[in-house]
């Protein structure tokens, strides 16, 4: 009869290898059997689009802020319905402004994905700082609608509303 190896070490010894193959399985779990990590799920891809327009506006990235935006986008802010070139040409510049003198707090937000290809991401945040001199202390109100594409999710309409 063969025996495993295993089989043949003190029970301590076993154990000890039981754990030891179990710390390594946990602390490589993000990644597949290749080394690469998982991609995200949808809802975790979408939040990041939105944390990735918030963390650009605030660094003053208007290249990147432009490279989440679907080239059909539709800004609503201030009331108004700004295209892509638009937002580019007006209201990009005062949001990149705003957003670096300003800190914005995430109060609740949700993810909604109806279909494959479509998402929807509301949030409420809370935004305190300075702009033009004013101290703000203000609560606000997003909504990102974002489709899949060929270069993963991009937003196709943002809607700012703030009081």
Known sequence: MHRSP????PVPLRRATLVACGVVLLTAWP???????TPP???????????????????GD??????????DVRVYES????TRAEYR???????????????????????????SDMAL??????????????EIDGRGTETLVMERGQQGWRIVHIHWSSR
């Open 41 to 59: 799920t949808d809802e975790e891809a979408v939040r990041r689009v939105a944390s990735q327009l918030h963390r650009s506006l605030a660094s």
């Open 121 to 134: 991401y509301l949030a409420e945040y809370r935004t305190t700082g300075t702009f033009r001199g004013e």
């Open 62 to 71: 208007s290249a990147r802020v432009l490279e989440l935006l679907a080239e």
């Open 79 to 82: 009331g108004h319905a700004e």
């Open 6 to 9: 295993n089989l043949l070490l």
């Open 89 to 115: 040409a007006g209201h990009l510049g005062v949001d990149i402004e705003f957003s670096r003198g300003t800190d914005r707090e995430v109060l609740s937000e949700r993810v909604r994905i109806p279909g």
């Open 31 to 37: 990644f597949g059997a290749s080394g690469q990590e």
